[in-house]
Nanobody, 125 residues
Framework: QVQLVESGGGSVQAGGSLRLSCAASGRTFSSYIMAWFRQAPGKEREFVSAISRRGGSTGYTDSVKGRFTISRDNAKDTVYLQMISLKPEDTAVYYC??????????????????WGQGTQVTVSS
């Protein structure tokens, strides 16, 4: 069993920055591919970014490329999402997810077995 706890969300103005953190516990953190998803009101959950077990491979959805950076610290059992130049359309609940069994980084929500409770990000114009 894996427990994921997100933090770092909040309210910022457009152009601002936030850093989300996701702390994992329960199993060896370096065993997981990690990802961030988000869900805005009335919309489906969408892929934001993912990172391989050792951090050597990352992926981003097109709308956040150049603005968001995913990273992980396996010594601290934590994955991060640094977000800059935030836009109102980035407003959503952001979820951390873990994939124990996959071979490659996936953008599909059903590839991830474990999920956090989410942290709200609100960007005002």
């Amino acid at each position: 069993q894996v427990q994921l706890v997100e933090s770092g969300g909040g309210s910022v103005q457009a152009g601002g920055s936030l850093r989300l953190s996701c702390a994992a516990s329960g199993r060896t953190f370096s065993s997981y591919i990690m990802a961030w998803f988000r869900q805005a009101p009335g919309k489906e959950r969408e892929f934001v970014s993912a990172i391989s077990r050792r951090g050597g491979s990352t992926g981003y959805t097109d709308s956040v490329k150049g603005r968001f950076t995913i990273s992980r610290d396996n010594a601290k059992d934590t994955v991060y999402l640094q977000m800059i130049s935030l836009k109102p359309e980035d407003t959503a609940v952001y979820y951390c997810a873990a994939d124990l069994s996959g071979y490659v980084v996936s953008r599909r929500p059903d590839a991830y077995e474990y999920w956090g409770q989410g942290t709200q990000v609100t960007v005002s114009s």
